[in-house]
Each structure stands twice: as structure tokens, then as C-alpha cells.
């Protein structure tokens, strides 16, 4: 089966500006996750969709920091404006269901803000 | 509020040897256990999980072991190989129901 896919892999921009990352997930897989990994910490959550509903943004700062998965499929995670202290791996995961261990990862998008 | 900690940043072991990898976790409504290994620039992989249940699950070179009175999880890995090394997470949740809360992760070189 083919895998989570992600794009961009790599994004640089300068603070203040806007991104948008893009995230495919496992065909029939109804929930979607996004993590944030800041470099030598772990995943951490910041939106848990199930199908095309929200399940849990609580982590997720709103401020500045907007996702959404039309039609239960793809989803994108947005940023705007950007901050240094967002510079981090974006990983998107997906599962089967909200209680399957399941868990498949994509590669990531690594953003750096400058 | 760290609810799941990797307390070594960093193990470094010979080829052949084991390796063992060492996770606690403070929220004891965690039934459920598993171990993520991540090489760069890609996303994590699962590897082996553990239910509240048992206190020992193994799969070929891996086991983990569950202390739940310690609230204590350990990945042992035997015999260590170089393809091994990379940062391994342990991560949590409550029977599923909740996101996978994820440690810092601890990076294990395998030297040949």
C-alpha cells in the first residue's frame, strides 16, 4: 500500500510569512494527525481529525496556526504568520481508526524559519 | 508537563551486545505502550508495542518489558546490529483514545 505523503520536504522562509504544508494519508484511513518535532524533542500533537471533523486542537495555536481536511481525505496545515520558534519537522500521520496503534508516519516537511 | 520521558538523550553500544532503552511515564491512565524508531529525514516507523495487560512482549530481536507498578518501560534490543542505529521513541496512550504522546527520544549508535 502506498505510504503517508507529504510535500513540500523542505521549506525556508523569513519570519512573518505564510506556508502551507500538504499531507496525503493512507487510502481508507480515517483519522489524520499532525505533530510538530522540534529538533531533540518528540512528536507533538497538534490536530487530530477523524474523517473531516476536529477531534482535538487543543494543542494547536490558533493564533497563527490553521488545518483543515476537506472531504475526509487530504489535509493542509497552515501557518501565518510565521516565527522562529516554528522551525520544526511537520510530520502527518494517519490510522485507521481513532483506536488502532496503527500509526503510519509520513517523511515529514522540514520548515526552517529565518 | 512531560507525561512520557526518555531520560538518555543518547546510548552507544557494540555490535553483538544489547541494547536497552529505558522510558517512564507519569499519567497512569496509559494502558497502552509502543516504540517508534526514526532514521533521518524520515517519518517514525513502529516497531513494537505493549498492553497494560502483560508485562513482556517480544518480536524476533525486540522486546519490551512493562513495570506498571514503576510506571516504567524498557525496549530491549538483542543482538544489537549497525542498521539498528537510529532515535528510538516511546510513546503512549490511553486505550487509544487518545493521541500517541510521544518521549524526547534517545539516539542508539550500534558501533561494528
Known amino acids: 500500500e502506498a505510504g503517508v505523503a507529504q510535500s513540500p520536504r523542505y521549506k525556508i522562509i523569513e519570519k512573518r510569512q505564510s506556508v502551507a504544508f500538504w499531507c496525503n494519508p493512507i487510502s481508507g484511513h480515517a483519522t489524520l494527525y499532525w505533530y510538530q518535532q522540534i529538533l531533540g524533542q518528540g512528536p507533538k500533537l497538534l490536530i487530530q481529525f477523524q474523517n473531516n471533523g476536529v477531534v482535538d486542537d487543543s494543542q494547536l495555536p490558533k493564533d497563527r496556526f490553521s488545518a483543515e481536511r476537506l472531504k475526509g481525505v487530504d489535509s493542509t496545515l497552515k501557518i501565518q504568520p510565521a516565527k522562529l520558534e516554528d522551525s520544526a519537522v511537520y510530520l502527518c500521520?494517519?490510522?485507521?481508526?481513532?483506536?488502532?496503534?496503527?500509526?503510519?508516519f509520513g517523511s515529514g516537511t522540514r520548515l526552517t524559519v529565518v | 508537563d512531560q507525561q512520557v520521558k526518555q531520560n538518555s538523550p543518547s546510548l552507544s553500544v557494540q555490535e553483538g551486545r544489547i541494547s536497552i532503552l529505558n522510558c517512564d511515564y507519569t499519567?497512569?491512565?496509559?494502558?497502552?505502550f509502543l516504540w517508534y524508531k526514526k532514521y533521518p529525514a524520515e517519518g517514525p516507523t513502529f516497531l513494537i508495542s505493549?498492553?497494560?495487560?502483560?508485562d513482556k512482549n517480544e518480536d524476533g530481536r525486540f522486546t519490551v518489558f512493562l513495570n506498571k507498578s514503576a510506571k516504567h518501560l524498557s525496549l530491549h534490543i538483542v543482538p544489537s546490529q549497525p542498521g539498528d542505529s537510529a532515535v528510538y521513541f516511546c510513546?503512549?496512550?490511553?486505550?487509544?483514545?487518545?493521541?500517541?504522546?510521544f518521549g524526547k527520544g534517545t539516539r542508539l549508535s550500534v558501533i561494528a
Open positions: 510513546a503512549a496512550t490511553n486505550s487509544g483514545n487518545t493521541p500517541l504522546v
Open positions: 500521520a494517519s490510522s485507521f481508526d481513532r483506536g488502532s496503534d496503527g500509526y503510519t
Open positions: 499519567n497512569s491512565m496509559f494502558d497502552y
Open positions: 505493549i498492553s497494560s495487560i502483560k
